[in-house]
């Protein structure tokens, strides 16, 4: 039995409120606090996000030009980023954390990616 459980719906469920929690949360955490660049990368992230769900090829996306490989591929190097940002960009503290979180959490989702059956 495979741990791999996350199918392209499941994964376009989770788009739309993460795209959200990347812009919304920053604020409401008050990140920036180390360097404010803490703040604004999740918020650029979050916008992105936005884009990239609406233009990908899944059931829940609006202008389907994106393939949903293209997508999970994006996602795993916004996770790789979200845990090295900390490090180059010298975020502290909540600022840090937060990304070392998120980055895990994204690169989680890619990896419990369930493909789909030919």
Do not use: C
Not at 51 to 77: A, E, P, R
């Amino acid at each position: 039995m495979s741990v791999r459980f996350v199918t392209k719906e499941i994964h376009a469920y989770l788009d739309y409120p993460v795209a959200i929690a990347l812009f919304a949360l920053p604020f409401v955490l008050g990140l920036g606090q180390s360097n404010p660049l803490a703040l604004w990368l999740s918020v650029a992230t979050g916008i992105a996000a936005l884009i990239l769900t609406v233009l990908t090829d899944h059931h829940l996306g609006v202008i389907k030009v994106l393939s949903y490989k293209f997508h999970l591929t994006v996602d795993l190097l916004v996770g790789l980023t979200f845990i090295v940002a900390p490090l180059i960009l010298k975020f502290a503290g909540l600022d840090a954390m937060y990304y070392w979180a998120n980055g895990i959490a994204v690169l989680i989702v890619v990896s419990l990616h369930k493909p789909e059956a030919a």
